[in-house]
């Protein structure tokens, strides 16, 4: 049914209710969506946070703008003056997002396993495939074509996307989000060659997936080889993630898209990993490091800071090809002024004799 | 029903019909396949557009070939000529493509929400799973397994293969292929650090998917977070590719496998992004821009060109580790030129005084 | 049902029968579980492979230790002394596999084509999609959730995990393990650009999956444009990886994750290809060849060896910005080391005159 009316509109008051900010202007104004400070309408909510946005605060459409005290004096409407203006957007955006109609219990077409203990608030969505053993908690939502394998365990308030799949034995902690496509606890990458061919390494751990932890879409968890894979309380990570046998993710760290965290690696706590980056098997990286996009982590960090590896930036296909000829052209340079210095030391020597 | 027999042998003639081209031999001859120019064998047909292929051409057994006017007085065999031969080519071998058999309409099996406004032209497969509100157009294939989400519109003519997830409120333009495993509309990776802790942004945007756009298998194209992402006409995507929140690829984009496309970055017109390549976020490439693979971006582009990052070429791991060495080893080198000068400067001097 | 009682404990004999490797100390000792050397508890067995580990083998508390002949001598418990720890242990470890409940036959819920021919011995999974003319050989396991496209045959003894996605005419051999998520055959990214415009190029080939190949979580392996895209037997691939259309991947090769082989690409038997690195469109790489992580292979390689790109080493984000400087100042180096030849050959000649 699609009768869950989701309210569209709210003052500033209950907007802000239970955030630490004040409201400067008309408490009662209503809003009914956000925007960007220079595309906000009538109606809208706008936020500002990077200074490269503070020109268009002047002229804002926008009912109503979150900002900083500082930049409070300049609003030229109802200002939400706040110590962090995009951790406020982001509480007060929630109101308008999209509440999917979810239906309590199970849906018809779910096949359930034996022994499961579902709790009755949770939802399990249409075409689920729920193994034995399982144990589902409060309010937890699985979306359809969910797999969920044998003795797994989702704690209260978790989010299972559409087309989430769940091998046997994971445990995921509360309040956990985990996009469609995303496959948690297939086996590690283990494998032995013996006499020219590759043998299987039994994965015999699992996977932990900690309170409060995003996952995006597409992403694979692997489970672990001995030990268990584990994902620290509340870290978030983007898509196409892989995260090898073994790892081990510290708490409340950001890892953008298209990252690989190869096997028994170990990630400190708050650190930041940008796109596209690596981490080599059996690295660690110390708390609160934080790696740049694209950069190959090669070897361990011991020190907090940030890293980065290759050559920087992006460059014309004909410099790039430059750049390499000068590489090796530099083992001549050497040579050059080798013999340069040889010969300025004849020159010196045969004027002081 | 296995019974949709597909007719597989045509006449030159019926296989270029529309097609802007001249058949200089037998237009009669029949044609039962395609095969590359060295492999081909009577009843198939090849094409030659590759200078490095044209040694075969003398010596093909294909009953037919198609090339250049200028390729033509080669031909040992009957010759469809034209400007093009690879793109004639792609319209030809489209004749001997596998027609899955297509039940029209709803598969008993899918789950279909309420409020939908599904053309009776369309096919629904086995399991799929639709949600409230959705509009499907005419002649549009939903493989099985695929989850709609509440308010997606899929425009006609359009086909998401097998196991496609869209999230709610995506648009889908006519014309287009999905593939396999991909995911359209996750929420995008918006995460406010505050006193210590992630905490969610909403992600209250969408994804708009324009006309003739192809997405290969296990991509994830991200919802905007206040705006829509949104992915250009007649943009080509191939597989394992991440389209951040925001990001707007512009028309006939051609983007190659595993590439990430961070949030906010805007992709011109008529682009090139080679495999592996980055585009990090809030990032302008300009039109016509040409990305070569590996190339991580890490500043906009604002005039077309061909581009590229770090230091070009494989090389033996022992030239890497040597390349390393190298870059460092400047700063000395840098010094004894310095010294050098110093050195050279007084004896010129000496010498003139 | 739940009652597939897996045996838990064995005695050594038990557990290195067929294995060739002899038992010192007490054959009868009872096993239960795996663990890492230096946290082995008594009644499980670890192994000893890696140099770095033996301190702990005086300390162990493992009841067991799998081991070579040269340090069994200091092992302290019941030794398993063989030639191969690694590969002794993964048969080993294989006794302590959760062992998935497999029910035989097709699921009800499963939805079978026409003239399909799949083994009674076989298991189809709960929500599976089978197309017409499927062939599914003696105990091949099909997870739940799987589609499986028209025409295509998997052979004896394979597992598909969960959701895996085989599009039409893909050929699985035996004994082979693909992961949840990944999808087999989909159109490779075949375009041609005509008058502004991408046109599709159909894919006519398919993919042939040789005996005894391993593929990971959410992959992507593409059919071939005219012939088909092959990977040999016993190659091990691990996740995200994109397998382009026409590659041909040799016998016994492991791609480590977040690999892309471009189409067209050929990598010989034997060969290791560390996790993120990438293989250009067309290019071929020798039997027996090993590319490091991270690495973009740019050019085919003719000779065995170990190949690596771009320039060596995680550093700090300063040193990166550096390494960049450093090699355009290059340029002005060269011109400061010719001048100062120039002034030198001067300061000789006029010495000389």
């Given at each position: 049914?699609?009768?869950?009316?989701?309210?569209t509109q709210f003052?500033?008051?209950?907007?802000?209710s239970?955030?630490?900010?004040?409201?400067?202007?008309?408490a009662?104004?209503?809003?009914?969506?956000?925007a960007a400070?220079?595309?906000?309408?009538p109606?809208q909510?706008?936020?500002?946070?990077?200074p490269?946005?503070?020109?268009?605060?002047?002229t804002?459409?926008?009912?109503?703008?979150?900002?900083t005290?500082e930049d409070?004096?300049a609003?030229?409407?109802?200002?939400i003056?706040?110590?962090d203006?995009?951790?406020?957007y982001?509480?007060?955006?929630?109101?308008?997002?999209?509440?999917?109609?979810v239906?309590?219990?199970?849906?018809?077409?779910a096949?359930?396993g034996?022994?499961?203990?579902i709790d009755?608030?949770?939802?399990i969505?249409?075409?689920?495939v729920?193994?034995?053993?399982v144990?589902i908690?409060?309010?937890?939502?699985?979306?359809?074509?969910c797999?969920?394998?044998?003795?797994?365990?989702i704690?209260e308030?978790?989010?299972?996307?559409?087309n989430?799949?769940?091998y046997p034995?994971?445990?995921?902690?509360?309040?956990?989000?985990i996009?469609s496509?995303?496959?948690v606890?297939s086996?590690?990458?283990?494998i032995?060659?013996h006499?020219?061919?590759?043998?299987k390494?039994?994965?015999?751990?699992?996977v932990?997936i900690?309170?409060?932890?995003?996952?995006?879409?597409n992403?694979?968890i692997?489970?672990?080889?001995?030990e268990d894979?584990?994902?620290g309380?509340?870290?978030?990570l983007?898509?196409?993630?892989?995260?090898?046998?073994n790892a081990r993710?510290?708490e409340?760290?950001?890892?953008?898209?298209?990252?690989?965290?190869?096997?028994?690696a170990?990630?400190?706590?708050?650190c930041?990993?940008?796109?596209?980056a690596?981490?080599?098997?059996h690295?660690s990286?110390?708390?609160n490091?934080?790696?740049t996009?694209?950069?190959?982590?090669?070897k361990?960090i011991?020190?907090?800071?940030?890293y980065?590896?290759?050559?920087?930036?992006?460059?014309?296909?004909l410099?790039?090809r430059?750049?390499?000829?000068?590489?090796?052209?530099?083992?001549q340079?050497?040579q050059?002024i080798?013999?340069?210095?040889?010969v300025?030391r004849?020159?010196?020597?045969s004027?002081?004799t």
């Open positions: 049914m699609m009768s869950n009316q989701q309210k003052t500033l008051t209950e907007l802000v239970g955030l630490d900010v004040s409201i400067v202007g008309n009662d104004c209503l809003i009914h969506g956000v400070i220079q595309k906000a309408e109606g909510i706008a936020f500002l946070m990077n490269l946005y503070k020109k268009h605060l002047a804002t459409n926008a009912s109503a703008v979150i900002l005290k409070s004096s609003c030229p409407t109802n200002a003056v706040c110590r203006p995009y951790y406020i982001a509480k007060i955006a929630a109101n308008f997002a999209h509440k999917p109609a239906n309590l219990g199970v849906h018809p077409s096949v359930i034996d022994e499961c203990d009755p608030s949770a939802s969505g249409a075409q689920c729920i193994g034995n053993g144990k908690g409060q309010n937890v939502i699985v979306g359809s074509h797999s969920i394998g044998d003795f797994s365990e704690d308030g978790t989010v299972l996307h559409a989430v799949t769940l034995r994971v445990k995921v902690g509360k309040r956990v989000s996009s496509g995303t496959v606890g086996d590690g990458f283990g032995a060659k006499d020219g061919v590759w043998h390494v039994p994965q015999l751990g699992s932990i900690q309170d409060d932890v995003e996952i995006g879409a992403c694979a692997d489970r672990g080889a001995i894979t584990i994902i309380k509340g870290s978030k983007d898509n196409l993630i892989q995260v090898g046998h993710i510290g409340h760290v950001a890892i953008a898209g298209c990252v690989g965290i190869a096997g028994s170990t990630i400190g706590n708050n930041l990993i940008g796109g596209g690596g981490v080599g098997g690295i990286i110390a708390d490091t934080m790696i996009g694209f950069t190959a982590v090669t361990s011991r020190e907090a800071g940030v980065s590896s290759g050559v920087g930036g992006v460059v014309t296909n410099e790039w430059k750049n390499s000829a000068r590489l090796h052209r530099l083992e340079l050497s050059r080798k013999t340069l210095e040889f300025v004849e020159l010196i020597e004027k002081e």
